[in-house]
């Protein structure tokens, strides 16, 4: 019982980022814009993200060292991508600059969790 609450929280951020970055990623290599109606999801995949994401920064009792440098590289990346899909007004570029910012915060994802399962 004790990892039910866990596995909800890795669930909720995993299936709200693929959805949030699986949308850009779809519209930069293959449709040239967002699809009509993202930007809804996009609110609600936003919101899974971070109700998982604190709560996940919330329940951890210990890190490791340069945990907190590379968390908040991440979180900056993250309100990067955040604001350029709320503020999206058809350019481009901008979408670009989020796939771009995506790759990046997983990478950063797939190191924290290997600092903190070192
Ligand atoms: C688009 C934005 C984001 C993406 C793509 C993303 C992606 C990921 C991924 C793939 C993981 C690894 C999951 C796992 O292996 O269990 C993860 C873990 C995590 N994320 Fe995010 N995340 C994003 C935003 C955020 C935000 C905004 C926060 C906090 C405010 C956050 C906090 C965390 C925490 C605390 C972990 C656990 C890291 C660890 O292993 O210690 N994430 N994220």
Redesign the pocket.
Known sequence: MDALLPVIL?WL??A???V??GGVFYAVAFAGDLAPGFKRVAYTA?GG??V??????M??SS?PPH?HAW?GI??L???H??AVILTYRGKRRALVGVVI??AL??A???Y??????A
């Open positions: 890795r951020h995993i709200s980022m693929a949030l970055l936003i993200i971070l998982s994401g604190i709560m996940n920064f329940r951890r890190f945990y968390f991440k979180v990346l993250a309100l991508i955040f910012s995506g915060v997983l950063i994802s797939a924290l969790r290997f600092l903190t399962m």
